[in-house]
């Protein structure tokens, strides 16, 4: 069995969303209420949130965003650069927070104390650009945990995976022109027209090109169509790339059962994409695997979804 870490921390249930948004606190507590039933919680190593230092959250950010951000939130306004992203006062802290835990889940991983380790976290953060808020998106977790593996511990390739049903738009941009990070994304396209981007063709740019792979899925398709996708794309080039370390934004909005969009994978296809990727570490990265929530807003499937998440890692 693998040493799996699992951050959770009530205080990200502080980010209130108001009424009848799909990223709610709600969320939060199905995932850990359905981790905490099948009685996963005493094989895990439970991790607890810090406010992040901001140095790291300025390698992917300007300081003029977080600033604003900042500022915003504690004035008290209710949305932050598009009128989907509602903040409250706590939200700004919160997000520090969401970092900071991921970065301790990191180092964990680095010291060998975990071989891998499930964030569950909110605000998710892989629409996040260098200077804007998107899709609920704040702060990009995953980018700020690739570039700290990189700068405090000298990992030279990171590898990050994307299987939320949204391209995760904020992570490709900010590693176009780098060839030390390899972005590959499955998500649907189109998928309301949201955000737009995650293209075949978008491969990256300049000394990037080819560090990102984009594989749109029609809508309509789901467990056939993503092991087939899986099996012949994403092992082949993960494997040349062959990352120190694997990251996984983990969206679970590619559910049948999600309203936020038209893909029908089912819980066990979720599982096979897990358990290929669990794989893919063991293989690269010396099992080394940070997996950080993303999207997913089916309040009755995220228990079971989660659960068996966290199974896979611990399971190997």
Not at 42 to 69: G, V
Not at 144 to 158: D, P
Not at 172 to 189: A, C, G, K, R
Not at 279 to 297: D, F, K, P, Q
Request: hydrophobic share 35%; net charge negative.
């Amino acid at each position: 069995m693998k040493k799996t870490g699992l951050l959770y921390d009530e205080r990200y249930l502080r980010h209130d969303t108001g009424p009848n948004h799909p990223e709610s606190p709600q969320r939060l507590q199905a995932i850990y209420q359905g981790i905490k039933e099948e009685g996963l919680l005493p094989q895990l190593t439970l991790i607890q949130a810090r406010r992040a230092d901001l140095k790291w959250i300025e390698r992917i950010h300007s300081k003029d965003y977080i600033k604003r951000f900042e500022t915003a939130c504690r004035s008290g306004d209710s949305s932050f650069d598009y009128p989907d992203n509602q903040i409250c006062a706590e939200t700004f802290e919160t997000a520090l927070m969401a970092v900071g835990g991921i970065l301790d889940a990191v180092q964990l991983i680095m010291t060998g104390e975990l071989d891998n380790v499930f964030c569950a976290v909110r605000p998710p953060g892989h629409h996040a650009e260098h200077n804007a808020a998107l899709g609920f998106c704040y702060f990009n977790n995953v980018a700020i945990a690739a570039r700290y593996l990189q700068e405090k511990w000298g990992i030279q390739r990171v590898g990050i995976v994307d299987f939320d049903v949204h391209h995760g738009n904020g992570t490709q941009h900010l590693f176009d022109e780098d060839p030390t990070v390899f972005y590959y994304s499955i998500h649907q396209h189109p998928t309301f027209a949201f955000p737009g981007t995650g293209r075949v063709f978008e491969t990256g740019d300049g000394n990037g090109y080819g560090a990102t792979r984009n594989y749109p899925v029609l809508p309509g398709q789901g467990d056939k169509e993503y092991k087939g996708l899986v099996e012949r794309d994403l092992v082949p080039v993960l494997g040349a790339f062959s990352p120190e370390v694997i990251l996984v934004s983990a969206g679970f909005d590619a559910h049948v059962d999600d309203d936020m969009s038209d893909i029908n994978l089912s819980t066990e296809g979720y599982s096979k994409i897990m358990q290929r990727i669990v794989t893919l570490a063991g293989m690269y990265s010396n099992g080394r695997l940070i997996s950080v929530l993303e999207g997913g807003y089916c309040i009755k499937r995220l228990p079971e979804l989660a659960a068996n998440h966290v199974k896979i890692l611990l399971n190997g």
